[in-house]
């Protein structure tokens, strides 16, 4: 079959049709980009064209209440400060982990009723002049455009809130998490439809709202039902009226969920965290005929080139059959992946991954 761009991959595969290879989309640590720029890969060239890897653009605007990004403490190993959510965070600036949260600003629906009122959509939102620099290119070369979306459980708790702060809300103060998760989402809206109307398009959404952890959700069926699969659904359909796909990413094990996001309209759904629970291959026997799956090659092993390689070949005939499938880890890729294993790994994706 003749090489396809990346647009053509994409949308193929939300056709649930078969295309020359599956898409390959994944997300190196920091840590994996400059082990693998030690050992030969260029400073300045991007791991996407270096490893011919699919090309995808993104669409991003700031729906945060902005609060004041300022610098706490620095040292030569760790920076703390505050971000534009009201959070203090300390991250570390070598290793590759998690920023640990310190603080938070929106800790009462109070606080919550002076953020929202400092979340009002404008134009200064947008940056327009990365629109205007890069659009054209993408378009011309063929890349995917997602736009991403910043609303939903898990960047309330994680980002804004505090994660305890906010399960007991859920259940105590319901109608405070619900209208967070609402005005975050509205905000967003109301900046991309500007976007779209100054003739910037995209061909999917995409965002983060991680629903569970190992083995487990961070909260009920029926919570889920009542609180935060309205406003997954505004989503959808707001992108849907524009002829745009859906893109989540949900972490850990969301099996109860599924059928509920099907329902919804949903498109796509990754990681697909085989660790945590999620079995790419029993999901792609169930659910096949109504979601896209990305992800689902269990991070784990990406250390061990040959249980990698074995995994690869169990899972990716499968996950491939009648489209439908985007390829990469069900997490991220970890700084213990050499340039060399990860070339190996990358063509023996486009062999097994080939119609």
């Known amino acids: 079959m003749v090489k396809m761009t990346s647009k053509e991959r994409f949308m193929r595969m939300f056709e649930h049709k078969e295309t020359d290879r599956v898409p390959i989309y994944d997300s190196p640590w920091r840590g994996t980009i400059r082990r693998w720029q030690r050992e030969g890969m260029p400073?300045?060239?991007?791991?996407?064209?270096?490893?011919?890897?699919?090309?995808?653009?993104?669409?991003?605007?700031?729906?945060?209440?902005?609060?004041?990004e300022k610098i706490i403490e620095?040292?030569?190993?760790?920076?703390?400060?505050?971000?534009?959510?009201?959070?203090?965070?300390?991250?570390?600036?070598?290793e590759d982990s998690t920023p640990e949260f310190i603080d938070f600003t929106i800790t009462s629906p109070g606080k919550w009723v002076?953020?929202?009122?400092?979340?009002?959509?404008?134009?200064?939102?947008?940056?327009?002049?990365?629109?205007?620099?890069?659009?054209?290119?993408?378009?011309?070369?063929?890349?995917?455009?997602?736009?991403?979306?910043?609303?939903?459980?898990?960047?309330?708790?994680?980002?804004?809130?505090?994660?305890?702060?906010?399960?007991?809300?859920m259940a105590e103060e319901p109608e405070w998490c619900?209208?967070?998760?609402?005005?975050?989402?509205?905000?967003?809206?109301?900046?991309?439809?500007?976007?779209?109307?100054?003739?910037y398009r995209f061909d999917s959404v995409h965002w983060p709202d991680d629903m569970g952890y190992k083995n487990n959700?961070?909260?009920?069926?029926?919570?889920?039902?009542?609180?935060?699969?309205?406003?997954?659904?505004?989503?959808?359909?707001?992108?849907?009226?524009?002829?745009?796909?859906?893109?989540?990413h949900s972490c850990g094990n969301i099996n109860p969920f599924?059928?509920?996001?099907?329902?919804?309209?949903i498109d796509c759904l990754n990681p697909l965290e085989v660790k945590a629970g999620m079995d790419p291959i029993e999901l792609k026997n169930k659910y096949?005929?109504?979601l896209v799956f990305h992800g689902g090659i269990n991070a784990v092993l990406w250390n061990d080139i040959e249980l990698i390689e074995a995994e690869i070949k169990k899972v990716l005939p499968v996950m491939k059959e009648s489209g439908g499938y985007i390829f990469?880890?069900?997490?991220?890729?970890?700084?213990?992946?050499?340039?060399?294993?990860?070339?190996?790994?990358?063509?023996?994706?486009?062999?097994v991954g080939s119609y």
């Open 43 to 68: 400073e300045g060239v991007s791991y996407t064209d270096y490893f011919d890897l699919d090309k995808i653009a993104s669409i991003g605007v700031d729906n945060s209440p902005r609060y004041e």
């Open 74 to 94: 620095e040292t030569d190993t760790y920076r703390i400060y505050t971000t534009k959510w009201g959070a203090t965070l300390k991250s570390w600036k070598y």
């Open 114 to 169: 002076e953020a929202k009122e400092r979340m009002v959509p404008s134009r200064d939102r947008v940056n327009w002049d990365y629109l205007k620099k890069n659009y054209k290119r993408w378009q011309e070369e063929g890349y995917w455009i997602q736009a991403n979306l910043w609303f939903g459980f898990d960047v309330s708790h994680s980002w804004a809130v505090g994660t305890e702060r906010f399960l007991i809300a």
């Open 178 to 199: 619900v209208d967070m998760f609402n005005h975050y989402l509205d905000v967003n809206i109301a900046l991309l439809d500007m976007v779209w109307e100054e003739g």
């Open 217 to 248: 959700q961070f909260f009920s069926l029926k919570m889920y039902r009542e609180l935060l699969k309205p406003v997954h659904k505004k989503a959808v359909d707001w992108a849907h009226a524009k002829g745009v796909k859906t893109h989540l």
């Open 258 to 265: 599924i059928p509920e996001l099907i329902e919804i309209g």
């Open 288 to 290: 096949g005929k109504d």
């Open 328 to 351: 990469s880890s069900d997490h991220s890729i970890p700084n213990t992946v050499s340039l060399e294993n990860f070339m190996r790994i990358i063509q023996l994706v486009k062999e």
